[in-house]
DNA sequence: ATCACTTCTTAAGGTATCTTAATTTTTATC
DNA sequence: GATAAAAATTAAGATACCTTAAGAAGTGAT
């Protein structure tokens, strides 16, 4: 299951930026240890975080690989990590993949639209106070581990509003 | 391009409902003619349309039809239509599947996730009045056939909150 | 054409979530 | 271990969007 062409690994510092807005993407990563994220910025500059790539996650912009287009996203480390690169090459044409490689692809392409599925049925249907506490259930190492400023981004909240629902969810469980 | 399994068509009235919360989704559909939806019932009794399927579109539930578990979900028909239905056995295990239609299946699966995921960008960082101007951009042919409360449940607001941008938009371009 | 039914519009008041800003707490650096 | 920097908390006021409700305008069936 790893199929995919991959390079030896490369250490990146917290902060660095791998992807930005207006660049063709060309190799997306797959993250050893630490932490990447992707995220837009939007009309008034505000950051939205897209993904979370965590130790085994692969992390890029596909729209941008695929369609040779600039991205609309950035990608940078939140932790210091490690990570692999890999070449989008073989997302713009499948043809001439081997098969085992087409079935890795496909069931890695069919479990992340599944899950982004699943979020946009969030954004759409739960407040804030359940998207929040769907995050906890479904990432929980992730939340002990990242600043809640991050996660209120994710989630689609200011990280006051958070702050706020935090104390709200501590308080009733309390009784 | 069509190597999917596809049965001869069904004719399917407005209102149909083929595929209902609880089910476990065993067929996909293809539509030939008409409109097929599908949508969330929220904790409020709430619907969200999670996708339109006008013509020459699929559509299912991808979650339930792999994994063999209850649909969240509901697809029917919102225009009498003329759609073929498609096994999903498919979905769960691609090992087995010929090259040509796993490279089919890849860049299907590559192009919704896309789609998906600059929804998600929408939902997150754009306002209501943003995503139905973008909405109009994208599904021009849409805007003009469906009824404002199914676009306004596609984008996330009420219809009565909809009909207020309308009016101002279109206020706006008058001058 | 008429009646019923659904969709759309409009408006008033309400609520979830945001903005701003000041304060406290935590983390990182020399 | 002190100081700076970043993150989190708290609170007050603002706003985008929702709820309710009532009327107007379409649409379909007889």
Redesign the pocket.
């Known amino acids: 299951m790893d199929n995919l062409k991959i390079s030896k690994t490369k250490k990146v510092s917290k902060g660095d930026i791998l992807l930005s807005f207006g660049d063709i993407a060309t190799t997306a990563y797959k993250v050893e240890s630490g932490c990447l994220r992707s995220y837009v910025i939007d009309n008034?500059g505000?950051e939205h975080i897209l993904q979370f790539a965590p130790e085994d996650w692969f992390i890029g912009d596909m729209d941008s690989a695929t369609n040779k287009k600039p991205s609309n996203i950035f990608i940078d480390a939140i932790e210091d990590s490690e990570i692999s690169i890999i070449s989008t090459e073989v997302l713009k044409d499948f043809t001439n993949l081997e098969k085992e490689l087409l079935v890795e692809m496909s069931t890695k392409l069919r479990n992340n639209l599944i899950a982004t599925n699943k979020r946009v049925i969030s954004l759409l249907s739960a407040?804030?106070?359940e998207r929040y506490i769907e995050f906890t259930e479904t990432y929980p190492t992730l939340v002990q581990r990242l600043?809640?400023?991050l996660i209120a981004s994710y989630i689609?909240?200011?990280?006051?509003?958070l702050?706020?629902l935090?104390?709200k969810i501590s308080k009733s469980q309390k009784k």
């Open positions: 008034v505000k407040t804030a106070k600043p809640l400023k689609g909240i200011t990280p006051e509003y702050s706020d935090r104390r």
